[in-house]
């Protein structure tokens, strides 16, 4: 695996990282949204070795991510996707939305994102908690908190 430690930094964001910020493991995530997998489908739709896929798997099962569930009848095993995992839906989609703004398709848009219930096109917005009010990345303001660097 990718080393990297982001242990000392007291950051939402290097916390998530710590856990799938590996290479392949949010396209992983990604294939795990759509349904349960098995090892060689997830395989064959990334194109990545056995023992890199293994790893991976094994990690986000130890992480909590992913559920490893033998079927019924046979010896073979799948993976699911857990509510951990799912609630990641959102940054994945915000992710594919600024892959098809900033890295386009020349042949066109590679994902529809749409409700189930009438395929409405669906699209992650930020807005305010009080009053649902939508507002622009530009409107808004990140503060951290001081002193978030853990001692090494």
């Not at 010896?75 to 098809?100: K, P, S, V």
């Not at 994902?111 to 305010?128: E, N």
Request: proline fraction near 5%; include cysteine; charged fraction near 30%.
């Amino acid at each position: 695996m990718t080393v990297r430690s982001y242990e000392r930094h007291n950051c939402p964001i290097a916390q998530a990282l710590r856990v799938v910020g590996d290479q392949w493991t949010l396209l992983i995530v990604r294939d795990l949204l759509a349904g349960p997998q098995r090892f060689e489908a997830l395989q064959r739709s990334l194109g990545i070795s056995r023992n890199l896929l293994t790893r991976r798997l094994r990690q986000l099962v130890d992480d909590g991510l992913v559920l490893r569930e033998r079927i019924d009848g046979t010896r073979r095993y799948q993976y699911r996707a857990t509510q951990t995992c799912r609630d990641l839906r959102i940054a994945i989609l915000a992710l594919a939305e600024w892959g098809e703004r900033w890295r386009p398709d020349p042949a066109g848009p590679r994902l529809k994102v749409h409700s189930r219930d009438d395929g409405a096109p669906v699209g992650v917005r930020l807005c305010r908690l009080d009053d649902g009010r939508e507002v622009t990345p530009d409107e808004i303001a990140v503060e951290r908190r001081t002193g978030t660097m853990a001692s090494a």
